[in-house]
């Protein structure tokens, strides 16, 4: 099967590229550094060319309500356009778990494109999962010095990995609309997890973590962005994840 990845050079995309080409696929990589632009449209129909199935994990990093939704809404657009025009039969979409729950600007343009591909003219799916286990380590490292703040959010993490997995084993079915939500195998505070990266991996911070003063932040504290339902759950818990990463880490 020929398939495209639209953000296929980022964190979770580069996995679903390498996992799918494991998996015998011929993969297409959409993204600006391999000539295409899903802002623009600029290269869309090429890329798609006999294409049998795309996996979007397209991103913008904001917490712009305005940004993330002008965003999500013109890639979106231009993808399921050229996804049309092309006979692409099946829209693969990942999206986060609890964002019909917490009202956070960035989920208000996740909404929108989860919308936008269940209406389109491309038979769809949505996977919603929770935050990945390197999101704590970008929160450690996301700003320089000493200390490292950090939301105050009970969260379900998973491996970016079975997330990427369970996007082609998705890819290579029929469109299924929502399914059930993917998350890992334990609840935790996010706050706790970074202090473990800071403690096994580094950089050594201080970790404090801190309550948004809003209505979302009061959410994310009470386990609005935890699964609803029943659903798939990885296996690969925080620790063990953990420590594998940090010894390659030191082997690199």
Not at 27 to 37: E, L, P, W, Y
Not at 90 to 101: A, Q, T, Y
Not at 163 to 172: C, K, N, Q, T
Request: hydrophobic share 45%; with cysteine.
């Amino acid at each position: 099967m020929r398939i495209a990845v639209a953000g296929g050079t980022g964190c979770v995309g580069k996995l679903v590229v390498e996992r799918a080409r494991a998996a015998g696929h011929d993969v297409v990589v959409i993204s600006r550094s391999q000539g295409v632009d899903l802002t623009n449209g600029a290269g869309l129909d090429d890329a798609l060319r006999n294409v049998a199935t795309v996996v979007d994990v397209s991103n913008i990093q904001t917490i712009s309500k305005r940004a993330s939704t002008r965003f999500f809404e013109t890639t979106t657009r231009n993808l399921l356009k050229a996804e049309q025009r092309c006979g692409v039969n099946h829209h693969v979409l990942l999206s986060i778990v609890g964002i019909d729950r917490v009202n956070w600007g960035y989920y208000h343009g996740k909404r929108r494109q989860e919308g936008l591909v269940l209406a389109g003219p491309v038979p769809a799916t949505i996977l919603r999962a929770t935050q990945f286990f390197e999101f704590a380590v970008q929160s450690l490292t996301l700003f320089p010095g000493p200390v490292a703040v950090v939301p105050r959010m009970r969260t379900q993490p998973v491996a970016a990995a079975e997330v990427a997995a369970e996007l082609v084993r998705l890819a290579e079915g029929p469109a299924l609309g929502r399914v059930p939500e993917l998350a890992g195998p334990e609840v935790m505070m996010m706050s706790s997890a970074v202090r473990r990266v800071a403690t096994v991996r580094g950089p050594r911070k201080a970790v404090i973590s801190v309550p948004w003063p809003s209505a979302a932040g009061r959410s994310m504290a009470n386990g609005g962005l935890l699964p609803a339902g029943p659903g798939p759950r990885g296996t690969l818990r925080f620790g063990q994840w953990l420590t594998e990463t940090a010894k390659t880490d030191a082997a690199q």
